[in-house]
């Protein structure tokens, strides 16, 4: 999202034998990328997972916002393997827009099913701390929002 240059491409390209068609010297770095994994869990149950049917599955979309995912109406997500539904990636010029941008893209996600239940409305809860908003927070933010009061009017899960 940095660098305009889609790896996976370039490793296609690669592997079929054509030389890389960049330099190290080529890469620019423009603007802020940030990526959250929405996982299939219920962190208000340590983060256990919840597998079962998704009976809607819509993923946000618009500039700047990039989803990859395996998810779709009807999936079955098991409860063997990786939780993992989908990776968002979004870029802005700045941090402040990238983490607006991230969180619009997770407001527009819509996910649903029997007990299911998504790590959408705790990643939503980190954006809006304001340590994480400034970039000084630690690997104790997580056990710090579960131990938090969880917000008077949490965001809905959509």
Same mark, same amino acid.
């Given at each position: 999202m940095?660098t ?13 034998g ?6 190290? @010297?080529?890469?620019?770095?423009t603007?802020v990328?940030?990526e959250?994994?929405?996982?299939? @869990? ?14 809607? !599955?819509v ?6 916002t ?9 999936y079955?997500?098991g409860?063997?393997?990786?939780s993992l539904?989908?990776?968002?990636v979004?870029w ?13 893209a997770l407001?527009? !996600? @819509? ?10 409305p !705790? ?8 340590? !994480?908003?400034k ?10 929002l579960?131990?938090?009061p969880?917000?008077?009017?949490p965001?809905?899960?959509?």
């Amino acid at each position: 999202m940095i660098t305009g240059i889609d790896l996976v491409h370039e490793q296609f390209h690669v592997a079929a034998g054509t030389p890389l068609r960049w330099r190290q @010297e080529d890469v620019r770095f423009t603007g802020v990328g940030i990526e959250c994994r929405v996982n299939v @869990e219920d962190p208000d149950r340590n983060f256990a997972p919840t597998p079962g049917r998704l009976d809607r !599955f819509v993923p946000p979309g618009g500039p700047f916002t990039r989803v990859d995912t395996h998810g779709h109406a009807g999936y079955l997500v098991g409860p063997h393997y990786d939780s993992l539904l989908a990776k968002v990636v979004v870029w802005a010029p700045d941090r402040d827009l990238a983490l607006s941008r991230l969180d619009r893209a997770l407001g527009e !996600f @819509e996910i649903s099913g029997p007990g299911m239940r998504t790590t959408i409305p !705790f990643v939503r809860r980190v954006l809006d701390d304001a340590e !994480f908003r400034k970039g000084r927070h630690s690997t104790g933010l997580v056990d710090r929002l579960i131990a938090a009061p969880k917000p008077t009017h949490p965001r809905r899960e959509r």
